[in-house]
């Protein structure tokens, strides 16, 4: 019976771990590489009454939605960033459309470290 109790157990376990769907990973894989400015997005704001675009983005971007406002942090042909903030109300939508597409995994994933962030070193080349 003790046996029959840890098979279960372990198969409880197991199914916990193993319980992560392969849309999840991919998911979470693919918003990793548009936050490390891999994949080309276009996010477009939509007035919703009047039917009007706002105001349309297309590049290497992060976006992260806080309460009323989307924010996007765009990286431009020079590897420069810019900040954008844009207001959301009931009427002001938008869609974040993947232009590029990535192929990511769906079995794992990869840690990227960033020198300049764990090492924060001005180099400069002595002639």
Same mark, same amino acid.
């Given at each position: 019976?003790? !046996?029959? !109790? *840890?098979?279960?157990?372990? *198969?409880? *376990?197991?199914?916990?771990?193993? /319980?992560? #769907?392969?849309?999840? #990973?991919?998911?979470?894989? +693919?918003? @990793?590489?548009?936050?490390?400015?891999?994949?080309?997005? @276009?996010?477009?704001?939509?007035?919703?009454? @009047? /039917?009007?675009? +706002?105001?349309? &983005?297309?590049?290497?971007?992060?976006?992260?939605?806080?309460?009323?406002?989307? &924010?996007?942090?765009?990286?431009?042909?020079?590897?420069?960033?810019?900040?954008? $903030?844009? /207001? +959301?109300?009931?009427?002001? =939508?938008? &869609?974040?459309?993947?232009?590029?597409? @990535?192929?990511?995994?769906? =079995?794992?994933? =990869?840690?990227? $470290?960033?020198?300049?962030?764990?090492?924060?070193?001005?180099?400069? *080349?002595?002639?």
């Amino acid at each position: 019976m003790k !046996k029959l !109790k *840890l098979l279960a157990l372990a *198969l409880g *376990l197991s199914a916990l771990l193993a /319980g992560c #769907r392969e849309s999840d #990973r991919v998911s979470y894989n +693919l918003s @990793k590489e548009a936050d490390n400015f891999n994949v080309v997005r @276009k996010i477009t704001i939509i007035n919703a009454i @009047k /039917g009007e675009v +706002l105001y349309q &983005v297309t590049g290497k971007m992060s976006i992260e939605q806080g309460e009323n406002q989307l &924010v996007i942090i765009a990286e431009d042909d020079k590897g420069e960033y810019k900040k954008h $903030f844009i /207001g +959301l109300s009931d009427n002001v =939508t938008y &869609v974040v459309e993947d232009i590029t597409g @990535k192929g990511v995994s769906n =079995t794992k994933y =990869t840690l990227i $470290f960033n020198p300049e962030m764990i090492i924060p070193i001005d180099a400069k *080349l002595a002639d």
